[in-house]
């Protein structure tokens, strides 16, 4: 049903591993959301990318480093993490990047658990 | 620093209404978003209210009141596949989404 797919939907790593999120977008939207949602707490946006190029980083460590080759693609290189790194790590689309009220279209997520 | 309230949880039985109430305070205002979210599943989209008032969409109903930070979302006969929770998301002055920790809503038969 949704236009956002994610892979893995689970993901098991330890400390001194990498690993790669990936997100594709089958909408022809513009600009694409990482979100780290962990549980009882808001949505943490971490990065966002308008027509490929990166306009937010909301202070996130850089063990986290997004990649956007396209519009729509979207990875989140992971190395070295810690375990309170462990969430649900949402991507999402929409159609705009700013400027103005535009909805957003989420993938289901995948589940990271750092060990 | 911007802020949105929501309650942590909430029950309700099959068949009833259920109003999930959320309070914002934000750098400016372009709207307000609720979005559901099953366990395990992607946020999906419910409702936008950018101007006062009542939006009536089938079972479910959003209203906002700009004046008061406040707005509610409004459940009529409920049923199970409801059981889920329901994420305020304000969008700011600078068209970023501000979120709240979101409602579980558990149905009761």
């Known amino acids: 049903e949704t236009g956002v797919t994610q892979t893995p939907r689970h993901l098991v790593m330890g400390m001194t591993n990498k690993k790669s999120l990936k997100c594709e977008q089958h909408l022809g939207h513009n600009a694409m959301y990482w979100y780290k949602q962990s549980a009882k707490k808001p949505l943490e946006l971490m990065f966002v990318?308008?027509?490929?190029?990166?306009?937010e980083n909301n202070s996130v460590p850089s063990r986290f480093s997004p990649e956007c080759p396209n519009s729509s693609h979207l990875f989140l290189h992971l190395h070295t993490l810690q375990p309170e790194d462990s969430a649900l790590y949402l991507c999402a689309s929409s159609q705009s990047p700013g400027g103005s009220p535009e909805t957003q279209y989420f993938g289901p997520g995948t589940r990271l658990l750092v060990l | 620093g911007q802020n949105i309230d929501q309650p942590t949880e909430m029950t309700a039985t099959e068949g009833a209404i259920v109003q999930i109430n959320c309070t914002y305070q934000t750098s400016g205002f372009n709207g307000l978003f609720w979005y559901q979210q099953h366990a395990g599943e992607a946020p999906t989209f419910l409702s936008y209210n950018v101007l006062d008032g009542l939006e009536e969409k089938g079972r479910f109903s959003s209203f906002l009141s700009r004046s008061k930070g406040y707005s509610y979302l409004l459940l009529k006969e409920l049923q199970m596949k409801d059981s889920a929770s329901y994420l305020c998301a304000v969008m700011d002055s600078n068209y970023q989404l501000i979120w709240g920790a979101g409602t579980k809503l558990i149905i009761k038969p």
């Open positions: 990318y308008n027509f490929k190029e990166q306009t």
